[in-house]
Structures are given as structure tokens and as C-alpha cells.
């Protein structure tokens, strides 16, 4: 029988751009991963090894450990899918217009408000007595000047021109991932190996070199996780490369192998999973949580971590292709302002918290609290800003 990757041309890969297209299955995969980005910053105050609220739960660092191993990444990933097509339908002068208004903007605007918004709540909760107007100008004038999870934006940003910069200089560029996500149609487990290989590749050495914990501050409040900006830039541009062409015949077709696939995604998902809380526990209990790690213990962590987020990828994107690809989601409603809630639920979600902090409940209704009523406010303060002249170009 002939695979569908014999069928294919040499030239067919890097076929002419199509009109974008909405597509249902990937809008929903995007909107559930901004309310896991709710979900991680409701919990962390409530965690049994960082909590800094008087009550926590054991159960939230699970959930932690999951969601900091591969929401970031896969929200690069979904982002990069469409890149290459759009570059292709339009002029680098409209491209960029584009993402300064779609990305840019938002940026600037977020730092100065509600990035100082946010930790004003942490600098009330540490009991520093300043009024807002102070500890506003000290954090945009003297620093330090976070970019809390804003750093997402200004980083993707950079991405997009870089790819606008590499799509200039050869289009085919990224041709090979496109064959190889073509060849996979009917087996993902290819890609899987050949994500898997290239990201740890680029993530442990960095893990290792680094550490888990340092930053690249470029001032104000540009700054990104050292150990994983390579990372990043990994999952992006295979995305990129996968939606380059045929995407309706590569890896993440409608009708491909891993939008019929069962179980096995999720779990393989544990393995890793189990793998990180091993490393936890010998990290803790064994070496005594020192602040520095030996090597052998953070390449071993490193290459867990990149296993668990190419694997749950895989997982969220079988079953949103499978089960959501048509028909009515409770994820729709919010699709249009998931962006918007990205960046503005941040300050929603610290001053729920403190004003939480003092309150004699379970530390499971403390955070159900937070994340029922960030999603509601931070949804409505979006749609209430979409309604805004011009605005839903932005949000």
C-alpha cells in the first residue's frame, strides 16, 4: 500500500499559502491552556513546598509541577503554527504592523499597569508600607520591574520577528519539519521521538549550565527564563514548521493517526511525571535541598521535564483533535477573550489572594475561590475592554 508520504511532491510541501482558516479543535486546545495559566497562579499560594499563605494542600504542587513543565511551551507551539502562512500572505511592513499592535501594544500597556497592579498586592502582603503611586514610580524608575507571566508576550514577540526575518531569507526554510510532519500523518510517534530529541537537546545542557532558577534581565521589565528561552524557541519554530504547509495532510490532520489515538498519550505522560517527583524527593530527602544541584541531578531532571511537556502535548492535542473538532464546546463562549484574560487576570488573581490570606478556610476553598472568580473577572474586565473602539484588533 502507498503511505500518504510517497503521494506527496518535493514541491508540494511548501505549497502557496491558503487563507487563514479558523480551526476549532486548536482555538479550544488554546483557550483550555489560558485557563491552566489561571489555574497555576490561583494555587501556587496554596502549595505544601511554596506556599505563602497560612494554609496549603499537597495535591496543588501536583498540579504545579504539571502545569510549569509544559504550558509555556505548548502555548509556543500553538502560537507557531500559523506563522509561516501568514508571512507568506503578507509583506514584512504589514506583518510587523501587526504584531506591535497584537503583542506590542498589550505589552506596554500591561507593564505600566497591570504588572505594578499585581506586586503592589505582593508589597501590601510583605508589609510594606507604601502607598501605590510611590511603589509605582520606584518599580518603573529604580526596578526591580517584573514582567510576571507577561514575559510570554514580549518573548513571542521577538519569535515572530524572528521567523519574519528567516521566512525573508529562505521560505523553504522550514520545509523539513513539514515533511516530517507530513510522514507522520500515520505516525506520531516519529514526531514525538524527533520533539523529544531536539528539545532536550537544547534544554539540558542549558538546565545544567544555568540552573532552574536564573533569568536573563535585559532591563525594565523585559526578562526570560535562561535554562529555557532555547526551549521555547524550539517548540515555536516546529510549530512553525508543522503549519507551514499541508496542514490538513501532516501530523495534526483531522483525519491523522494521532487524532484517533486512545490512552497511550496520557499515559506515557506518567512516566516522566512519576520520574520529576522521584528527583523531588532525592533532591529533599537524600542530597538535603541544597541550593545548588549536582549536574548529574539536573540534566536527569532536565531531560524528565522535556519528556513530560512533549508527551502531555501530544496527550492535549490527541484529545482536542478527537473529541473537538466540531460541533458546540463550553470553551467557545470564552474563546474571543482568551487572550485578554491571559493579560489582565494577574492582579485579579494576587488581590484575591490577599485578600484571602487572613481567612480561616481550607486551603482547596481558598484557591477554588480564586480560580472561579479570576476566570469571571478576568472575562469580564475583557469583553468589557473589547467593547472598547478598535479594540478587538488588539484583544
Given amino acids: ?14 505549497a502557496a499559502p491558503k487563507a487563514k482558516v479558523r480551526n476549532a479543535s486548536l482555538d479550544r486546545a488554546r483557550t483550555f491552556l489560558t485557563l491552566v495559566v489561571l489555574l497555576h497562579h490561583s494555587v501556587i499560594p496554596y502549595t505544601y513546598f511554596g506556599h505563602t499563605d497560612p494554609k496549603y494542600f499537597v495535591g496543588f504542587d501536583m498540579i504545579v509541577l504539571a502545569t510549569d513543565s509544559f504550558f509555556m511551551a505548548m502555548f509556543f507551539f500553538l502560537s507557531g503554527l500559523f506563522v509561516w502562512p501568514g508571512l507568506g500572505r503578507k509583506s514584512p511592513g504589514v ?31 510583605a508589609h510594606q508600607d507604601t502607598t501605590f503611586a510611590a511603589f509605582w514610580v520606584k518599580m518603573v524608575t529604580v526596578g526591580p520591574w517584573p514582567s510576571g507571566p507577561l514575559w510570554f508576550v514580549w518573548v513571542l514577540l521577538a519569535f515572530d520577528l524572528t521567523a519574519s526575518v528567516l521566512y525573508r531569507i529562505s521560505p523553504t526554510l522550514l520545509d523539513p519539519i513539514n515533511k516530517l510532519s507530513v510522514r507522520c500523518h500515520d505516525r506520531p510517534a516519529d514526531f514525538f521521538l524527533f520533539l523529544l530529541i531536539v528539545t532536550a537537546a537544547l534544554y539540558v545542557p542549558a538546565r545544567v549550565y544555568f540552573g532552574p532558577n536564573h533569568w536573563f534581565e535585559l532591563g525594565g521589565p523585559f ?73 548529574w541531578y539536573e540534566a536527569s531532571y532536565g531531560l524528565f521535564f522535556a519528556c513530560f511537556s512533549a508527551a502531555i ?25 482568551a487572550y485578554g484574560m491571559f493579560l489582565v487576570h494577574y492582579p ?31 472575562w469580564g474586565a475583557t469583553e468589557a475592554l473589547r467593547r472598547l473602539p478598535g479594540a478587538k484588533h488588539v484583544l
Fill in 1 to 14: 500500500m502507498t503511505s500518504i508520504s510517497e503521494t506527496v511532491a518535493p514541491a508540494d510541501v511548501h
Fill in 95 to 125: 506583518f510587523l504592523r501587526e504584531r506591535l499592535l497584537r503583542l506590542g501594544l498589550p505589552f506596554a500597556v500591561a507593564a505600566f499597569t497591570v504588572i505594578p497592579l499585581a506586586y503592589y498586592a505582593l508589597a501590601l502582603q
Fill in 223 to 295: 526578562s526570560v527564563q535562561a535554562s529555557r528561552i532555547l526551549f521555547y524557541a524550539a517548540y515555536f519554530f516546529i510549530g512553525a514548521g508543522i503549519g507551514a504547509a499541508n496542514f490538513d495532510r501532516g501530523l495534526l490532520a483531522a483525519d491523522g493517526q494521532l487524532a484517533k489515538s486512545g490512552w497511550g498519550w496520557v499515559g506515557l505522560t506518567l512516566i516522566p511525571y512519576v520520574l520529576l517527583w522521584g528527583l523531588i524527593y532525592i533532591k529533599r530527602e537524600i542530597l538535603g535541598n541544597p541550593p545548588v544541584q549536582p549536574h
Fill in 313 to 337: 502535548l501530544f496527550a492535549i492535542l490527541a484529545y482536542f483533535l478527537r473529541f473537538k473538532q466540531s460541533g458546540w464546546s463550553i470553551l467557545d463562549p470564552m474563546q474571543p477573550a
Fill in 348 to 378: 485579579i488573581a494576587l488581590w484575591l489572594e490577599y485578600w484571602l490570606f487572613d481567612a480561616s478556610l481550607p486551603a482547596v476553598l481558598k484557591a477554588a475561590i480564586v480560580f472561579v472568580l479570576t476566570v469571571a473577572l478576568s
